[in-house]
């Protein structure tokens, strides 16, 4: 098998040039951990129907490829006309895969048609991430497998001698960098609540031990500045926050993510 494509163990804001972002943090250490084990959970046969919804530039569509086979079928949909082309155009190579443009909460499947699905990290930015369980309880066949992951913003933590600088950074994140607050928590209730039986529930927080890392992942620079445009954080706080973070001689921050796997 090829190394398994990954993306963020816990992603902040998108950046303004979303492919490059999810392809620099793909070869981070705290993404390939997690999405393997993601991927090892479902459980993939020979010649499954793999639903991949939010699969973005193909990230992880070639791993899926490989689990099912040339008697298989992996679906990858996206919302992002950007990212389907270059899905597209990066898996050509798999006969047994397509990119749909489509919208999660409306799914371009049939019934009970799907073995496999996996959401990652794509609930915490959907307008209501219910519909979108409840559209993937509808696709998959009774007692076919989900695998989903979703960061608990609220759990992020960020060592710095200024402790109400810290705090006030991660309420920015906490508060702003996606459209569902605390989405990693609610994730098993939610799952429940649109008809799936919960198997396993796995908190799978990133410990990041250096600034490069961290950087990659969380863009603390970018979001620094967008805490201080949001008036989160003063000029000067902010530019003393990151200044201890790279230059001081240790680095400490970590956030939880929360991983479900349920059956329909």
Not at 49 to 75: F, K, M, S, Y
Not at 85 to 103: F, K, L, S
Not at 167 to 192: S, V
Not at 233 to 251: M, V
């Amino acid at each position: 098998m090829t190394t398994d494509p990954a993306a963020a163990a816990v992603a902040a804001v998108t950046s303004t040039a979303p492919t490059p972002y999810l392809d620099l943090v793909a070869v981070t250490r705290p993404a390939r951990q997690y999405k393997h084990e993601l991927l090892s959970a479902l459980c993939i046969g020979a010649g499954d129907r793999v639903l991949d919804v939010g699969c973005g530039p193909a990230t992880d569509l070639a791993a899926l490829a490989e689990e099912v086979g040339p008697t298989g079928r992996v679906i990858g949909i996206d919302q992002d006309p950007a990212m389907v082309a270059t899905a597209r155009a990066r898996i050509a190579v798999y006969p047994n895969v397509e990119v749909r443009h489509a919208d999660a909460h409306h799914l371009p499947l049939e019934t009970a048609g799907i073995d496999r699905a996996r959401v990652d990290r794509v609930l915490m930015h959907a307008t209501d991430p219910a519909a979108v369980l409840a559209e993937l309880h509808r696709v998959l066949r009774p007692g076919g497998l989900l695998a989903l992951a979703e960061p608990d913003w609220d759990t992020l933590a960020i060592d710095h001698p200024d402790l109400e600088t810290a705090r006030a950074f991660t309420r920015y994140i906490a508060q702003r960098a996606n459209r569902n607050q605390a989405i990693g928590r609610r994730l098993p209730r939610l799952t429940a609540q649109a008809g799936f039986t919960i198997r396993t529930v796995r908190n799978v927080a990133a410990v990041l031990s250096d600034f490069d890392t961290a950087e990659t992942i969380l863009g603390l620079r970018r979001n620094t500045d967008r805490a201080v445009a949001a008036g989160y954080l003063t000029p000067e706080a902010g530019r003393a926050w990151l200044d201890q973070l790279t230059g001081g001689e240790t680095f400490f921050a970590t956030a939880s993510l929360i991983t479900v796997l349920a059956a329909a």
